[in-house]
């Protein structure tokens, strides 16, 4: 009797638990679904022409508007702007932030504390669009790329992550180099920015992607100088002017 | 030894790390010129209308007198008050409706049996956290456009069509959705690694003793991801006063300004907008938002240290 009860129960369980996971998966694949439906619609505009009611495939089927999009010569400019300062702004950043948490994963760095205290400041304060636009016009930065990069150099919390991982490698093989007479930045370069690759790879994906993405830094700094214009900027000014088919296929293209 | 080590004194520790100094430099530099210069440009939030447009910097600062005519619009301004309004209900309803989100989806995508299955599901709903907001928000015109999908549905259900991104009464709602569909997936990383550090003995005991799925989830799962809950939903609240500047300013338009025009893009608008410039309460209003969201971010991070021993920092 006992027995029975408790197969009884468990075959229960396993006809639970076996809905729970049918159910479940159901879930996953629709919100799933919602996450990528949007990105089909607008590859789906991007394709048709104009004048058509689009939902999830192309209607009347062109390429017409990838050509257009190819042929205008603000675009691949905007792109170009675009490449530029994400590859220099996410190097210049990186390496800039690598070095203080070099010095700051030191524990007896001095005033290490105080030193720490003044990136947070930097990460959870800040004067402000006005001001921050004063400073960049006082330097001369603005209506050039410059104010797009040097900016946003100062990324705070890459800093702590580079720093934490920094003080979990062994502290053997920087010792060892230095024995065989190599200095800090031969350290830097040769030694702890290799075995720090996993970090740093993630870090400057982060910044890149960032960059990539940013339009308020273009919106503030750049103010008529059209020819700096990154492609973000580009395409939302493109949006607000002529919301059509056209900036569905720029969309695409980013 | 530790011991000794504790009392070096700084000018010990300088000479120890001299040739490391240099490398922390920079940094120093860079944070010195572009975060803490501006903050010293916050005096304008006490001069009566700089003219910066007119003269240079230093020139437009001292020509224009003192004043504390900034706050008092600020605080008496219907226009003002209505934006904090705004920025705090769009905040409000993204906290409410949208952080619960990832953690039930950090849940249903860690009891997936299949990993295939549960890796594509994994990189399908992060997928929206790269792309820039320009791109999100051109996208879901299309998609709640007069000829978009959603009213596609709606037509075939026999609704009128909706202009829903030109609607004041749908554009925090939009921004809800808009900002849910870009993060959840995101924000669910933080979670799905904390169910994954769980042990799994506690399950097969759980099973063992009968229990099923549901009570296993809430009796498990729940109480030994709470310390990361906590955490992230304190930190949130720490960003109450930024309902998300990029997106809502790519997103409004002059018919929904009334409803979705939040502080961010309104100090904006003051300061860059040619018409409307005025740089004194433009700055006014940037530091009246960032002293409220400072004090509360570090409320929020001593909270979050003192109940559950993890801060930012």
């Known amino acids: 009797m006992d027995k029975k009860l408790t197969i009884k129960n468990g075959k229960n369980k396993i006809r639970e638990s076996s809905v729970f996971y049918t159910v479940n998966t159901i879930i996953l694949v629709i919100i799933s679904l919602v996450c990528f439906l949007p990105f089909l619609n607008v590859l789906s505009v991007a394709l048709s022409s104009a004048g058509f009611q689009i939902n999830f495939k192309p209607e009347g089927f062109t390429l017409y508007n990838f050509k257009y999009v190819f042929q205008d010569v603000a675009f691949w400019r905007a792109m170009g702007v675009s490449f530029l300062v994400v590859i220099c702004g996410t190097a210049l950043s990186v390496i800039v932030m690598f070095a203080a948490a070099y010095a700051l994963s030191k524990r007896d760095f001095p005033c290490r504390k105080g030193l720490m205290v003044f990136f947070i400041i930097v990460m959870i304060f800040s004067g402000g669009m006005v001001p921050n636009f004063l400073v960049v016009k006082t330097l001369g930065l603005n209506q050039t790329p410059l104010a797009l990069i040097l900016p946003s150099v100062v990324q705070v919390y890459n800093l702590i992550l580079i720093k934490s991982y920094l003080e979990g490698l062994p502290g053997e093989l920087e010792e060892s180099a230095s024995i065989d007479g190599a200095n800090n930045l031969q350290i830097m370069f040769k030694v702890l920015l290799p075995m720090s690759m996993p970090c740093v790879a993630s870090v400057s994906l982060f910044t890149a992607v960032t960059l990539w993405n940013n339009y308020t830094s273009a919106l503030l700094y750049l103010g008529t100088a059209e020819k700096w214009y990154p492609l973000s900027l580009y395409i939302l000014n493109y949006i607000n002017s002529q919301p059509d088919i056209l900036s569905g296929t720029m969309e695409v293209i980013q | ?313």
């Open chain 2, 1 to 313: 030894m530790s011991s000794r080590k504790n009392k070096l004194t700084l000018v010990d520790k300088t000479k120890k790390y001299k040739s490391l100094i240099p490398f922390v430099i920079p940094a120093v530099l860079f944070a010195l010129v572009f975060s803490y210069l501006p903050m010293v440009g916050i005096l304008i939030a006490f001069k009566d209308h700089p003219n910066f447009l007119r003269y240079e910097v230093f020139e437009a600062f001292s020509k224009s007198k003192w004043t504390l005519a900034n706050f008092e619009k600020l605080f008496s301004d219907p226009d003002i008050l209505k934006y904090i309004g705004n920025t705090l209900i769009i905040s409000v309803m993204k906290i409410v409706i949208l952080f619960p989100l990832p953690v039930i989806l950090a849940v249903m995508i860690t009891e997936l049996r299949s990993k295939k299955f549960s890796k594509l599901v994994q990189g399908l709903v992060f997928l929206p956290h790269f792309f820039s907001w320009v791109v999100i928000v051109g996208i879901f015109n299309n998609i709640f456009g007069m000829y978009g999908p959603i009213n596609n549905i709606g037509s075939a259900l026999g609704m009128d069509p909706v202009h829903f991104m030109g609607e004041p009464g749908w554009v925090r709602w939009l921004v809800v959705i808009l900002s849910g569909w870009k993060e959840i997936g995101y924000s669910s990383i933080a979670y799905i690694a904390a169910i994954m550090s769980i042990d799994p003995a506690l399950y097969e005991a759980a099973k063992i003793d009968g229990a099923g799925k549901f009570k296993q989830i809430w009796k498990i799962t729940i109480p030994s991801i709470m310390p990361t809950i906590i955490v992230m939903l304190i930190i949130r609240i720490g960003y109450l006063m930024d309902a998300g500047f990029e997106q809502v300013y790519a997103m409004l338009n002059p018919n929904t300004l009334e409803t979705g025009e939040i502080i961010g893009t309104y100090v904006y608008r003051l300061g860059f907008l040619a018409g409307s410039t005025d740089y004194g309460l433009s700055t006014a209003v940037g530091l009246f938002n960032g002293v409220i969201s400072l004090l509360l971010i570090l409320g929020a991070n001593y909270i979050s240290k003192k109940k559950t021993g993890n801060g930012v920092w």
